[in-house]
């Protein structure tokens, strides 16, 4: 069955980057697309970006200068790279297949 | 970038009544293919998010048909027939017309 699972560090300092993976099963990477989706503490959810079966990338306007998406086919794995993190970065992380399949997030806090 | 706004609800509502939650889109989501780009989320606290339909008015897989997702290209609803209290929680509408994607800031459902 599809499932989808984020991981990386629960604490960012500021000015750092943020590196965070999803790892999938029950689907292809090759043949199709995960989306990020990021939620801060208590508001709304966000788009940030996604990566297409061929490779090719899609970012939200506001993070596209800090952002890089990227994946391991054989490996089964997406990739996120953000840098300059600020306080306002703070947010739970989703990674999400079709937007039917979602993983269960990932907490990064950016604070010193 | 497409902006999306979400009206509010009179809450709580009642269990067995109806609830109609609004979204508009500043630009028509109407694509070449004759199809609506929109989706409508339900997350409930401590949760992913739930897709309940896509292209406007397709339900999800395993979606109860008390919920219909209706409207024009800018404007659209999100109708729950005989709300239960597994149905409270924050409501979001997405346009997947084009990139980047964007979300509207959500609605919050109580169910009294």
């Known amino acids: 069955q599809v499932q989808l699972k984020e991981s990386g560090p629960g604490l960012v300092q500021p000015s750092q980057t943020l590196s965070l993976t999803c790892t999938v099963s029950?689907?292809?990477?090759?043949?199709?697309?995960v989306h990020w989706v990021r939620q801060p503490p208590g508001k709304g959810l966000e788009w940030v970006g996604a990566?297409?079966?061929?490779?090719?990338?899609d970012y939200n306007s506001a993070l596209k200068s800090r952002l890089s998406i990227s994946r391991d086919t054989s490996k089964s794995q997406v990739f996120l790279k953000m840098n300059s993190l600020q306080t306002e970065d703070t947010a739970i992380y989703f990674c999400?297949?079709?937007?039917?399949?979602w993983g269960q997030g990932v907490m990064v806090t950016v604070s010193s | 970038d497409i902006v999306m706004t979400q009206g509010v609800l009179p809450n709580p509502v009642p269990s067995g009544e109806s609830a109609s939650i609004t979204c508009r889109s500043s630009?028509?989501?109407?694509?070449?293919?004759?199809?609506?780009?929109l989706n409508w989320f339900l997350q409930r606290p401590g949760q992913s998010p739930q897709l309940l339909t896509y292209?406007?008015?397709t339900r999800a897989s395993g979606v109860s048909d008390r919920f219909s997702g209706s409207g024009s290209g800018t404007y659209f609803t999100l109708k729950i027939s005989r709300v239960r209290a597994e149905d409270a929680g924050v409501y979001y509408c997405?346009?997947?017309?084009?990139?980047?994607?964007?979300f509207g800031s959500g609605t919050k459902l109580e169910i009294k």
């Open positions: 999400t297949y079709g937007y039917n399949y």
């Open positions: 029950g689907f292809s990477l090759t043949s199709n697309s």
């Open positions: 990566i297409w079966s061929g490779g090719s990338t």
């Open positions: 630009k028509s989501l109407v694509y070449k293919d004759g199809k609506t780009y």
């Open positions: 292209w406007m008015s």
């Open positions: 997405q346009q997947v017309r084009e990139y980047p994607l964007t």
